[in-house]
């Protein structure tokens, strides 16, 4: 078990366990904090499970965690391994159950005084086309022809049904697309679990949320974001629902004979794996994407209904209402991608587990209007906190395979939040504090109260001080629909 005397600081805000602490790591584990974001570390086993990340196959250069993190399925939440392509494996649990869970940020040009009239009615509104809950069903149902185009075309499949602008699909991660998915990897199960699903939020962390821009860090590349002080705009957050929770429990079961098959051996059963050129890994990687790519269908759906909402509410009322997509970034995903190691380019396959991409400026990945910019990552709290609009930095590229945090990262399990959390209590104290709240649920409102996370402004801190992300806006909630 990890203990403080076994991190040894290397830089300001980076902590290293040395390959010696076990006999079976292959390279160190690193995570990015501060003192007190590495004690609370120590109270769980996030810090155990990112030791026995550093001894898959194939593992590069070092085992990295954000200062979001906490305990998860295998791979701590806020964890970031790199895999040689060649030799190495790819994990699920390394992705995460709700493959492509992201986070999507729209912008209008209206200002708070001009909105509040009108809050409680778009709130309302909101929560209306926004479904939202446990296996609540959306405004879609896909035929099976349906859903395979969604699987494999992702968001270009909204695109097709004026459900989004190209500029959408422009200023997605990926275009909305993710390369090499294949809807025949995909089991009927997990098919017939998403069928009634797209265009849903689900329940949990997941939110719809209105922001207003309370401040601007960095000018330049906030104007470049299209931001500006007391703007008005939206955050999507969710995944790929039932689809991709249950996409990766079927690989979780195939990889448990995989191991066995090629004589991998692992210190947590959580962390099963297959060879990435092996053809358990090759049908993972596809069945990954395609559920990837109902994410970003997912989310694209959403927007559409969410503009549909602005729309119905500010009608003859407001002028620039029209919420234009900033970007929209994954946070559970493994990617194939090209990064120096040893001082040579290396291909290898990026797990992001509750860890967001941020590639820096000039990356040939990047929307043309970003590319001096860098990467939009966007970092949400928990509602009654606020959340940040960052960019990638060439330091994220350097030291994190351009990763860097995804959000606040949970302190407190969500049984013990409801039994310290009145869900009508905490709803009276948010909408006292300016922030209209529209819940379906006042137990899944206790769950994920402000007192369950880590404080986002500190996990920020700790990224934009250690140069793998640099803060550009900080957002303040007035409005929230949560499942």
Request: contains cysteine; proline residues 4%; neutral net charge.
């Amino acid at each position: 078990m990890v203990t403080r005397k076994d991190l040894r600081q290397i830089g300001p805000y980076l902590y290293e366990i040395d390959k010696s602490f076990r006999a079976d790591m292959r390279v160190p584990a690193r995570i990015y904090a501060d003192e007190a974001i590495l004690q609370a570390a120590l109270g769980d086993q996030s810090l155990d499970q990112l030791v026995n990340t550093a001894t898959l196959p194939g593992i590069v250069k070092y085992a990295l965690a954000m200062p979001d993190i906490h305990q998860g399925y295998g791979f701590s939440i806020g964890g970031v391994v790199a895999t040689r392509v060649e030799d190495g494996v790819i994990s699920p649990g390394g992705v995460g159950y709700d493959i492509n869970c992201g986070v999507r940020l729209l912008a209008s040009e209206m200002e708070e005084g001009e909105v509040r009239p009108y809050l409680q009615d778009l709130a309302t509104a909101l929560y209306h086309k926004v479904p939202s809950g446990v296996g609540v069903e959306g405004f879609i149902r896909l035929s099976d022809k349906e859903m395979d185009e969604v699987l494999e075309t992702g968001a270009a499949w909204t695109l097709k049904r004026g459900m989004a602008r190209r500029e959408d699909l422009v200023h997605t991660e990926e275009n909305g697309t993710m390369p090499g998915a294949r809807a025949d990897k995909v089991s009927k199960e997990a098919k017939k679990r998403g069928q009634d699903q797209l265009g849903t939020l689900g329940a949990g962390n997941h939110f719809a949320e209105i922001d207003v821009v309370d401040e601007i860090f960095d000018e330049e590349i906030a104007r470049a974001f299209g931001l500006f002080p007391g703007q008005v705009v939206v955050q999507i957050h969710c995944g790929s629902r039932g689809l991709g929770h249950q996409v990766c429990t079927d690989y979780v079961n195939l990889f448990q004979g995989a191991v066995k098959r090629y004589g991998i051996t692992l210190p947590d059963r959580q962390l099963v794996c297959a060879p990435i050129q092996s053809p358990e890994g090759q049908d993972y990687i596809a069945a990954m994407a395609a559920a990837a790519n109902f994410a970003w269908a997912n989310r694209q759906a959403l927007t559409h209904q969410t503009r549909q909402a602005f729309e119905a509410v500010r009608a003859g009322k407001v002028k620039g209402g029209d919420l234009r997509q900033v970007y929209d970034i994954a946070h559970n995903m493994a990617k194939l991608e090209i990064h120096e190691v040893d001082g040579r380019d290396l291909r290898v396959c990026v797990h992001r587990k509750g860890a967001t991409r941020a590639f820096g400026p000039g990356s040939h990945v990047l929307p043309p209007d970003y590319m001096e910019a860098g990467q939009p990552v966007l970092v949400p709290g928990s509602m009654g906190t606020a959340s940040y609009v960052l960019a990638g930095t060439e330091g994220s590229m350097r030291q994190t395979f351009g990763s860097t945090c995804h959000g606040a990262g949970r302190q407190m399990s969500r049984a013990a939040a409801k039994k310290q959390v009145q869900g009508s209590r905490l709803k009276n104290e948010l909408e006292s504090g300016g922030i209209v709240v529209r819940a379906g649920s006042m137990s899944g409102l206790a769950e994920e109260a402000p007192i369950a996370y880590k404080d986002v402004s500190r996990v920020v801190e700790v990224v934009h001080n250690a140069g793998i992300a640099r803060k550009v806006a900080r957002l303040r909630p007035i409005a929230v629909v949560k499942g």
